[in-house]
């Protein structure tokens, strides 16, 4: 499966970009060099498009998502990166991004070794008996998210916790829309990945 991309040669780890709604494969290139200086770069667009903005997977409402398009989406990104493997591969997303690259980890926990997830929350329930021992998670939640309910939040959370992964997580006073702390913290979480 194909998806309009950006990708910028480096080294491992390759850092997967998945933009929020309304973004393209542009916007966090210029981030991810930042914050991992000299990786290599894989950023795709979101194939759904709601009201002209690009999106990861469709939604009922807000807050209510489409399960079975998440798996599609999910599905079709997981073969995609499957074949742009080259070594260790780190997810980071922000907040439709985060969702979709959490349910990639959900769903197919053998493509990406890392996350990232900036404002993200639960997206779908995981496939049975979800491993991620050896998995490192980094999710960054504003603590006045109204886009990222506390109890959703609390859900992935367990659910990762519970799968054996390695998890930080980091509420931070705001709301759904980033900061310098943000950017901060995962500098540091990407640099120490290893």
Same mark, same amino acid.
């Given at each position: 499966m194909s998806f309009i991309? #950006?990708?910028?040669?480096?080294?491992?780890p390759t850092l997967v970009l998945f933009h929020g709604t309304g973004g393209t494969e542009n916007d966090l290139i210029p981030v991810g060099q930042d914050l991992l200086p000299g990786s290599r770069l894989v950023s795709p667009r979101g194939k759904v498009n709601e009201h002209g903005m690009n999106r990861w997977f469709r939604r009922f409402a807000e807050g209510l998502f489409d399960e079975d398009d998440?798996?599609?989406?999910?599905? !079709? $990104?997981? !073969?995609? $990166?499957?074949?742009?493997?080259t070594g260790p591969m780190i997810g980071l997303g922000y907040s439709n991004g985060a969702n979709i690259a959490a349910s990639v980890m959900l769903l197919h926990p053998d #493509? $990406? !070794?890392? $996350? #990232?997830?900036?404002?993200?929350?639960?997206p779908i329930a995981p496939k049975d008996d979800l491993n991620l021992a050896n998995k490192k998670i980094l999710m960054i939640n504003g603590t006045s998210d109204p886009m990222a309910p506390t109890h959703s939040v609390g859900v992935i959370r367990s659910t990762f916790a519970a799968s054996g992964a390695t998890l930080e997580a980091v509420d931070l006073p705001g709301g759904h829309g980033l900061t310098q702390s943000d950017f901060l913290r995962t500098k540091e979480w990407l640099t120490n990945f290893n």
């Open positions: 991309h #950006v990708e910028k040669e480096g080294s491992n998440i798996r599609r989406q999910a599905s !079709d $990104l997981a !073969d995609f $990166l499957r074949a742009k493997k #493509v $990406l !070794d890392g $996350l #990232v997830m900036w404002r993200g929350m639960n």
